[in-house]
């Protein structure tokens, strides 16, 4: 089989595409999935350069999104049977999805929606347990609550917006002019321009002076000090980015604030919740690219490449 192997950490150019032998069933519980398609994360590219090179012995196969059809069952697994339509997140650490099949525990599967493609799905299971940790779990959004989404085009982004408007949010958001239509389709109800505005200055001015009940980061830099500048008094700021340098949180004292700090999160119970959206319809993938899994390096180079010919919006999949 196909499989994407990482010998080396570095750039993009340390993805080789060799060959390797199909995995095969070794515990009652493991299932073996064919993988139809996967997608590209931050995370994939954190780990391809090293980041978290305490975690993986190379040579590793990084990946954390899965969409496919289960092709055998160990002995102790009942729900699930060959030909299901599965979409999951490998588990962080383990063999990851840049392969052509894939073994994993049967707790880790939930079953694909009826109503999306294989290359839709797989844009889905490690944010949409990300974003419903972060809104749901930890800000605990509800109808009326005012939400600033800091980096609305990104995977997480695109699919924050949609989630927090099914749950009755007004929705701010940051992203280009070129893409404020498109995020005000997804269901931004102001979009502001963070290349030319500034974002602290210009919530203030729309909730006149009240601020934002929460602020979702995927953005990083300065976000956690300059937030409670642009926070409601009691409000929260949620995290997913690495803390680079050191933060100034005095004015986040000053209004009472809560941070939360959320690491991917890869569980099942929360991609429940995101499948029965999508079913409903409340909530749509927001693909920006597919390639083959073949030009593995092309995909990777496109998320990380701040000149790119047209702005990143939602995720990158590999189609297989």
Do not use: C
């Not at 299971?125 to 930890?138: S, Y």
Request: net charge negative; proline share 4%; hydrophobic share 40%.
């Amino acid at each position: 089989m196909k499989t994407i192997v990482i010998k080396n950490y570095g750039g993009p150019e340390v993805l080789e595409v060799t060959e390797s032998s199909i995995p095969f069933i070794t515990e009652p519980s493991q299932v073996l999935v064919k993988v139809r398609a996967t997608s590209v994360n931050p995370l994939d590219y954190q780990v391809r350069r090293g980041d978290y090179a305490s975690h993986f012995e190379l040579p590793l196969t990084t990946g954390h999104d899965i969409a496919g059809d289960v092709i055998t069952v160990g002995e102790a697994v009942k729900k699930w049977k060959a030909g299901d339509k599965v979409y999951y997140s490998p588990r962080f650490g383990g063999t990851g999805s840049y392969a052509e099949y894939h073994i994993t525990d049967e707790s880790s599967l939930s079953r694909m929606p009826d109503n999306l493609s294989y290359e839709e799905a797989a844009a889905i299971p490690l944010i949409g347990g990300t974003v419903w940790e972060m809104l749901v779990v930890r800000a605990q959004i509800k109808k009326g609550d005012r939400i600033l989404i800091l980096g609305g085009a990104g995977g997480v982004g695109s699919l924050a917006i949609q989630v927090a408007k099914s749950l009755g949010a007004y929705v701010y958001t940051t992203g280009q002019s070129i893409l404020h239509e498109k995020l005000q389709h997804l269901g931004a109800d102001v979009v502001i321009d963070h290349h030319k505005e500034n974002w602290v200055k210009k919530i203030q001015s729309y909730t006149s002076g009240k601020g934002v009940d929460v602020i979702i980061d995927t953005v990083g830099g300065s976000t956690l000090s300059d937030s409670p500048l642009a926070l409601a008094d009691y409000g929260a700021v949620v995290t997913l980015v690495d803390i680079a340098q050191p933060q100034n949180l005095i004015h986040a004292w000053e209004k009472n604030a809560t941070y939360h700090f959320v690491f991917t999160r890869q569980s099942r119970d929360e991609l429940h919740h995101i499948t029965q959206l999508i079913e409903t319809g409340q909530i749509k993938p927001v693909i920006d690219s597919i390639y083959p899994l073949e030009e593995i390096q092309k995909a990777h180079q496109r998320i990380e490449d701040s000149q790119r010919d047209r702005p990143l919006l939602g995720k990158i999949v590999l189609s297989l």
